[in-house]
């Protein structure tokens, strides 16, 4: 059975600098991965996808990640962190064929300091 | 544009009541899901259905039933509330295999 693992509970970074929230995925075959945001109170809305091909793929809201096979890792990044990113990040993960049926991780909650 | 939409936002239960939380969708999607948010736990899958007619299974299963009322709802029943049951639960909707899901707001459930 497939797994993921975000290693970073929380993390706090300052209005402007960079980000990076790691991911890490098992599963024997090329997954399909996602991430996806939590603000307060609401459902989770996507980020971002990687089905196949280009490693590097762009999400909406600035943010990227990159597929590395080798590392079995997803991370997700922004160049510049503004104050409304903060939130909680899910990586996710299905299986090749299907997405339907998602493993998700325990989450990022990311704190953005002014 | 509703997208997936879930009643009620929230409730309170009394252990061992009955309550079916609801979900709709507009999209046209042909799977829907539903997962529990236990705090630093994730989302857990406890029932989906690939399409119209199907239900199965998911990781966290038990204590629960679901229905596939026709391709537009998927309702979720707790048949006796246990605390444990206590949770955030979220409907999900997805076209095809290979798309991504839209989550709804959740439901927030207390079972005292």
């Known amino acids: 059975a497939q797994s993921v693992t975000q290693p970073d509970i929380h993390i706090t970074v300052s209005e402007g600098a960079s980000l990076e929230l790691r991911c890490n995925y098992s599963?024997?075959?090329?997954?399909?991965l996602f991430w996806y945001v939590q603000s307060p109170g609401q459902g989770l809305q996507l980020l971002l996808k990687y089905f196949s091909g280009d490693t590097l793929v762009q999400g909406i809201k600035g943010f990227e990640a990159e597929f590395k096979r080798s590392q079995s890792s997803f991370n997700l990044r922004k160049p510049s962190v503004h104050w409304s990113d903060a939130a909680e990040y899910f990586c996710?993960?299905?299986?090749?064929?299907?997405?339907?049926?998602?493993?998700f991780g325990t989450g990022t909650r990311l704190q953005v300091t002014l | 544009n509703a997208g997936v939409t879930q009643t009620p936002k929230f409730q309170v239960l009394k252990t061992g009541q009955s309550m079916t939380l609801q979900c709709a969708q507009d999209m046209n999607h042909n799977s829907m899901y539903w997962y529990r948010q236990d705090p630093g736990m994730g989302l857990r899958l406890i029932y989906y259905?690939?399409?119209?007619?199907?239900?199965d299974k998911g990781e966290v299963p038990n204590g629960y039933n679901v229905s596939r009322l026709n391709k537009r709802e998927f309702s979720l029943r707790l048949e006796s509330a246990a605390p444990s049951q206590t949770s955030v639960y979220f409907c999900a909707s997805s076209g095809y295999s290979n798309q991504p899901q839209h989550f709804g707001d959740g439901t927030r459930l207390s079972i005292l």
């Open positions: 996710a993960v299905g299986l090749t064929g299907t997405a339907s049926k998602l493993t």
């Open positions: 599963y024997g075959a090329t997954p399909y």
């Open positions: 259905s690939a399409s119209e007619g199907t239900t």
